[in-house]
Structure formats: C-alpha cells, structure tokens
C-alpha cells in the first residue's frame, strides 16, 4: 500500500469527445494530465528545464520503479528490478557528459514523432527498441518530458512476462525477501 501512496498509476476510463482514449494519470493525490485526451492541467509546473534530479523524482515515483548506476556514470531506471527481470525504460547521464541527457523508450508511432523535433534523435544502441535521446534539456518542455518517462514506464511494464508481474504484485516484504534471495544466488553464480 506504500507504494500506492507515491504511486504513479494509469487508468483508462473511456473514450474522449475527439475519439482518443481518456486516461487518468496520479502522483501521490495529485491528477497529471495525460496526451490520451485529459485536460492540461494537473502536471506539476516546472518553469525551469529538467534536470537529473528532476527525472529521478519522476521515476522513482512511478509503481516499482528502481535505478541502478551502469558504466560508470549512467542512471538507468527500471520497472521492477533486474535482478527478477525488470526491463529499463529511462536513462540518464549523471555526470552531464557527452551528447545526450536523457535517453526513454517510447514506442513505434511516437518514435517517429519524437524524431522530427529539434533536439531528439534515435538513441545510440538501441533505436530498433524506439529509444529516443535528448541531446539537450529543453528538446521538450518539462511538462512533455514527465508525460514521455510516465508513457515509456507503461509500455515497458505492459511488455514484461507474467512472472515478472507475479512478482511485483507480492507484498513489498515477500518481494524484497525474493529479490534479496536472487541477487544471492547471481553473486554466488559468478
């Protein structure tokens, strides 16, 4: 139920006026609005751009969400943990190097999309996934960078096995005992 409390949920309650399906985003008990046909008007208002920790808030505030630091400097988040299963669906590069800032999973109508705006470019490595990379913080506005990490979140957790799933609707103290019980054995294997 904890995690009910922060969490990120996303309920489809219907279709819109203009044919799009109606969805209903929630952080904590505040509404967010949604591109599938919601009002505008609950997202949190950043009037500066995003930042690292700025997405992280986002992320970790999204239904078993974890990160992990790879390579040395990136902040990858993940539905579920890795170590069960979970799949990535975000990163960021937490030392500002390189050419990209943030990196997210968005799916194949959307990809294309993403692609024509200034600023927005296949992600290295993983663009057949449709994996797009922002090369700069204001490629899109706050409010629409929320709204893609809360879409890249869903698809992935839509796309995970059913076991995975199993294991992420246990009780927290069930699933950390498990969690805790399969990194064991991948440290044991190496």
Same mark, same amino acid.
């Given at each position: 139920?904890?995690?009910?409390?922060?969490?990120?949920?996303? @309920?489809?309650?219907?279709?819109?006026?203009?044919?799009?399906?109606? =969805?209903? /985003?929630?952080? =904590?008990?505040?509404?967010?609005?949604?591109?599938?046909?919601?009002?505008?008007?609950?997202?949190?208002?950043?009037?500066?751009?995003?930042?690292?920790?700025?997405?992280?808030?986002? !992320? +970790?505030?999204?239904?078993?969400?974890?990160?992990?630091?790879?390579?040395?400097?990136?902040? /990858?988040?993940?539905?579920?943990?890795?170590?069960?299963?979970?799949?990535?669906?975000?990163?960021?590069?937490?030392?500002?190097?390189?050419?990209? /800032?943030?990196?997210?999973? !968005?799916?194949?109508?959307?990809?294309?999309? +993403? @692609? #024509?705006?200034?600023?927005?470019?296949?992600?290295?490595?993983?663009?057949?996934?449709?994996?797009?990379? +922002?090369?700069?913080?204001?490629? +899109?506005?706050?409010?629409?960078?929320?709204?893609?990490?809360?879409?890249?979140?869903?698809?992935?957790? #839509?796309?995970?096995?059913?076991?995975?799933?199993?294991?992420?609707?246990?009780? #927290?103290? #069930?699933?950390?005992? @498990?969690?805790?019980?399969?990194?064991?054995?991948?440290?044991?294997?190496?």
């Amino acid at each position: 139920m904890a995690d009910l409390a922060r969490a990120l949920v996303i @309920l489809r309650v219907g279709s819109s006026p203009g044919g799009g399906d109606l =969805g209903v /985003v929630l952080i =904590g008990n505040q509404a967010i609005e949604s591109r599938i046909g919601l009002p505008r008007a609950a997202l949190p208002h950043y009037t500066h751009l995003m930042d690292n920790e700025r997405i992280r808030e986002i !992320c +970790l505030a999204l239904p078993h969400a974890r990160e992990t630091l790879n390579w040395g400097q990136v902040l /990858v988040y993940w539905v579920g943990d890795r170590e069960i299963g979970g799949k990535s669906f975000a990163m960021t590069n937490v030392d500002n190097a390189g050419d990209v /800032v943030l990196s997210f999973r !968005c799916g194949d109508e959307r990809f294309h999309e +993403l @692609l #024509e705006m200034d600023g927005i470019r296949p992600a290295p490595y993983s663009a057949n996934s449709h994996w797009v990379a +922002l090369e700069r913080w204001d490629a +899109l506005k706050p409010r629409e960078i929320a709204e893609e990490l809360v879409r890249a979140h869903a698809l992935i957790y #839509e796309k995970l096995p059913k076991r995975v799933k199993a294991v992420l609707a246990l009780p #927290e103290k #069930e699933r950390a005992k @498990l969690i805790r019980e399969r990194k064991k054995e991948l440290a044991k294997s190496k």
